[in-house]
């Protein structure tokens, strides 16, 4: 059993990737809540006046989804795969503090609230990060034609890149392995299977030779 997320830009190929991978290994898929989102399209068009409300909803949504997901996996045994997480939810709401859309008071309190819904979840065993360029996920974003995606310029996906580096480290140091793949191109799924297990079984062998005190801490 495990717990695996997907991270990536917009446009990265995110959802394809989680409902293949759920597919192949009869995993549960728990898709980005982008549809109900009710502060998207406000945010879209007002972005100063709307980031940091729609960033604690998002938060606030997925740890109620990481929670699910944890709760699924005890209950069921089967894993699940999470398109997006409360983990990567921070490098928007960094990339909207850069561009001024929230202000540092809001930002500051913003990553308090997610440290202590951290002290609520255990980490998850995988992260797959899709390494995708800026310019290639614009290309994607507007040939699926979303109406409210339609505006996003690619100085945004510049800014969310340099921050997704942050973020795989962050997880690294919390105990997740991180697989990254290079998604410029779409690629089979058999091989992406063969990587995310050969990894698993690399760090689990190297855990039981130099980690010999691994497992006090609450993780999957």
Not at 133 to 142: D, N, V
Request: hydrophobic residues 35%; charged residues 30%; aromatic residues 12%.
């Amino acid at each position: 059993m495990q717990l695996i997320i997907i991270e990536g830009l917009i446009g990265a190929g995110k959802t394809t990737l989680s409902r293949q991978l759920g597919e192949e290994l009869s995993y549960r898929v728990m898709e980005e809540p982008t549809i109900d989102n009710p502060y998207l399209d406000k945010y879209y068009e007002d972005p100063k006046r709307w980031a940091l409300e729609m960033q604690f909803w998002l938060m606030s949504r997925r740890f109620e989804m990481h929670q699910e997901a944890i709760e699924h996996i005890w209950k069921t045994r089967q894993s699940v795969i999470m398109d997006r997480s409360i983990y990567g939810d921070a490098v928007f709401c960094r990339k909207n503090f850069l561009d001024g859309n929230i202000e540092k008071i809001g930002y500051d309190t913003y990553l308090k609230m997610r440290e202590v819904m951290f002290r609520f979840l255990l980490v998850p065993q995988t992260t797959i990060y899709l390494a995708v360029t800026p310019e290639k996920c614009l290309e994607r974003i507007q040939a699926r034609e979303r109406n409210c995606e339609q505006m996003i310029p690619i100085e945004y996906l510049l800014g969310l890149h340099n921050e997704y580096e942050k973020l795989l480290t962050e997880l690294t140091e919390r105990g997740s392995n991180v697989l990254t793949l290079n998604w410029n191109s779409f690629q089979p799924i058999q091989p992406v299977i063969d990587q995310l297990f050969q990894k698993r079984s690399v760090n689990r062998f190297l855990e039981r030779c130099f980690a010999p005190e691994y497992g006090k801490e609450s993780r999957l």
